[in-house]
């Protein structure tokens, strides 16, 4: 099967294309975007993939489902395209930011920067009808992603895996920990924050650790 994504992570994933679930999965996709409002837009479901190829990418922030209000989603987990209003758990993001880091907030909530640089805003389901949370979970997505954390453990080196809440933190048993640095915390959202996740100054610790391994530090 021919999936439209970065080249590197083409040449690395090409072997779950083939797989059956992939193609019942991308089937079920494409009748939803047929018949629904399904988030985010057609040509931005890999866009995470596109924006930190397999080769570069040195950091990798999860995430579960995308955003499901017209116009946030962009294929970033936790971002939202430029002129869309800040979501809450990622105004958190950004208030641990600025206490770990002194980085001012970002004037939007755009991360194609960080994107940029190595790291992989990877939400577990790629796609969500519109105004419906959790509606294309089970479908196969999971296997996908779960598929590339594998794969980035198996064949990269020194990565930060950064884990927020529950459901990111089971993801920790594909990750060789032995090679891998994995940080773990509450999740961002306005419910979680202030039990484990202000304070963890994930992005002082994620840079610490890629210049302790010859690896330059991300500009958050």
Excluded at 70 to 77: I, Y
Excluded at 121 to 149: C, M, P, Y
Excluded at 178 to 206: C, E, I, Q, W
């Amino acid at each position: 099967m021919s999936v439209k994504i970065e080249e590197s992570w083409r040449k690395a994933l090409q072997p779950e294309f083939e797989k059956p679930y992939f193609q019942e999965l991308i089937a079920f996709v494409r009748q939803e975007y047929a018949t629904q409002t399904v988030y985010p837009a057609g040509n931005q479901i890999f866009h995470a993939f596109d924006a930190a190829p397999f080769d570069r990418v040195k950091v990798v922030i999860l995430g579960q489902d995308p955003y499901h209000g017209k116009g946030q989603a962009h294929g970033l987990a936790f971002s939202v395209q430029h002129g869309v209003r800040t979501p809450p758990s990622l105004i958190n993001i950004f208030k641990e930011l600025e206490d770990d880091l002194g980085t001012p907030r970002p004037p939007d909530g755009n991360l194609d920067r960080w994107a940029e640089q190595g790291v992989l805003l990877l939400n577990a389901t790629l796609t969500v009808r519109a105004a419906t949370a959790g509606s294309h979970q089970k479908r196969g997505w999971e296997e996908f992603t779960d598929a590339v954390i594998r794969k980035i453990s198996e064949q990269k080196e020194h990565v930060v895996f950064i884990l927020w809440g529950a459901y990111a933190q089971k993801k920790a048993e594909l990750i060789d920990q032995r090679k891998h640095l994995v940080l773990k915390a509450a999740h961002p959202s306005p419910y979680a924050a202030d039990k484990g996740f202000f304070g963890s100054k994930p992005f002082s610790k994620t840079n610490q650790y890629l210049q302790e391994h010859g690896e330059a530090p991300i500009n958050w």
